[in-house]
């Protein structure tokens, strides 16, 4: 077996990222340096609200009394360590591991990958959706009164999403003229689980989403809809090893350490995650009924 160092293995952290990290790269991203401390931390994004423009009834009037301050709103992200911690003895490590990146870290970091990608899909899938009738005949009509929906918010027409459970892909491809992504041939986009484009919408698919009878649920949003969180833990002081990685939009640590009473490697991977909706008014949900 090839001597395994936490460099090593955060060079393979880093594909592997890639391969599994969906709904967060989709949605607004504060910086991790605007939290810290301890699970279950908090940290408030701040929310620019829309202006409305003022009109100078004549030239030279005063326009002292429609001054107006700049507003913003807060709204809170609470983030969770979430870990995946793997003991290996020194029997499994001498005779049965045959490459520690593929056997024990590729799981671990799929898990906790995944475990944040939770965070908001939990925040996702708790919205009340706007229409529950959804089935093939009218994926495509939901589609639109989504547009519509957001346009009349004044939702920019960029940066617009919609992330599908796997169920309402299918319907979702079986719509006439539909892009799909592997007609294209734009093999990153596969890569990111991007599905396809319709009516100005990039639609993602993640089986994390659920909804209804069938687990049939669409959510349309623009990326300022959701904020999700995202900070790699700092290195442990007493870790033998310690290697942190950032890419796809993610934040992951690894460390090694030996445990002289059972005689076997720990190996956990972690990270601090959450998610919360920013604004409802840029988010239009439908599942089935």
Same mark, same amino acid.
């Given at each position: 077996?090839?001597?395994?160092?936490?460099?090593?293995?955060?060079?393979?952290?880093?594909?592997?990222?890639?391969?599994?990290?969906?709904?967060?790269?989709?949605?607004?991203?504060?910086?991790?340096?605007?939290?810290?401390?301890?699970?279950?931390?908090?940290?408030?994004?701040?929310?620019?609200?829309?202006?409305?423009?003022?009109?100078?009834?004549?030239?030279?009037?005063?326009?002292?009394?429609?001054?107006?301050?700049?507003?913003?709103?807060?709204?809170?992200?609470?983030?969770?360590?979430?870990?995946?911690?793997?003991?290996?003895?020194?029997?499994?490590?001498?005779?049965?591991?045959?490459?520690?990146?593929?056997?024990?870290?590729?799981?671990?970091?799929?898990?906790?990958?995944?475990?944040?990608?939770?965070?908001? #899909?939990? +925040?996702?899938? %708790?919205? &009340? $959706?706007?229409?529950?009738?959804?089935?093939?005949?009218? !994926?495509? *009509?939901?589609? /639109?009164?989504?547009?519509?929906?957001?346009?009349?918010?004044?939702?920019?027409?960029?940066?617009?999403?919609?992330?599908?459970?796997?169920?309402?892909?299918?319907?979702?491809?079986?719509?006439?003229?539909?892009?799909?992504?592997?007609?294209?041939?734009?093999?990153?986009?596969?890569?990111?689980?991007?599905?396809?484009?319709?009516?100005?919408?990039?639609?993602?698919?993640?089986?994390?989403?659920?909804?209804?009878?069938?687990?049939?649920?669409?959510?349309?949003?623009?990326?300022?809809?959701? #904020?999700? +969180?995202?900070? %790699?833990? &700092? $290195?442990?002081?007493?870790?033998?090893?310690?290697?942190? !990685?950032? *890419?796809?939009? /993610?934040?992951?640590?690894?460390?090694?350490?030996?445990?002289?009473?059972?005689?076997?490697?720990?190996?956990?991977?972690?990270?601090?995650?959450?998610?919360?909706?920013?604004?409802?008014?840029?988010?239009?949900?439908?599942?089935?009924?």
């Amino acid at each position: 077996m090839a001597l395994v160092s936490a460099q090593r293995i955060s060079a393979l952290m880093i594909p592997l990222l890639r391969r599994t990290l969906v709904l967060p790269n989709t949605v607004a991203r504060p910086s991790g340096g605007e939290f810290a401390g301890d699970n279950g931390d908090t940290i408030t994004v701040r929310v620019r609200q829309p202006r409305t423009a003022n009109t100078q009834a004549a030239p030279g009037d005063d326009i002292t009394a429609n001054i107006d301050a700049v507003s913003e709103v807060g709204v809170d992200v609470t983030v969770a360590h979430l870990y995946d911690a793997a003991r290996v003895t020194d029997e499994e490590l001498s005779l049965e591991v045959v490459d520690f990146g593929v056997q024990v870290t590729e799981p671990q970091v799929a898990a906790v990958a995944a475990g944040a990608e939770d965070e908001l #899909a939990a +925040a996702m899938n %708790a919205i &009340v $959706a706007d229409d529950a009738t959804l089935d093939a005949s009218n !994926v495509e *009509d939901h589609i /639109l009164a989504a547009r519509e929906a957001l346009s009349a918010a004044e939702v920019p027409p960029g940066d617009r999403f919609a992330a599908v459970s796997p169920a309402a892909a299918t319907l979702v491809l079986g719509i006439e003229k539909f892009v799909a992504v592997d007609q294209s041939g734009d093999a990153n986009a596969l890569r990111e689980a991007i599905i396809g484009r319709k009516y100005g919408f990039t639609f993602v698919e993640s089986p994390a989403l659920t909804g209804g009878s069938e687990d049939q649920a669409m959510v349309f949003y623009h990326r300022s809809g959701f #904020a999700f +969180a995202n900070r %790699a833990p &700092v $290195a442990p002081r007493g870790a033998r090893e310690s290697a942190a !990685v950032s *890419d796809s939009g /993610l934040g992951l640590r690894q460390i090694f350490n030996f445990d002289t009473a059972t005689l076997s490697d720990l190996s956990v991977v972690s990270t601090f995650a959450g998610a919360s909706v920013v604004d409802a008014n840029r988010i239009y949900k439908v599942e089935d009924t």
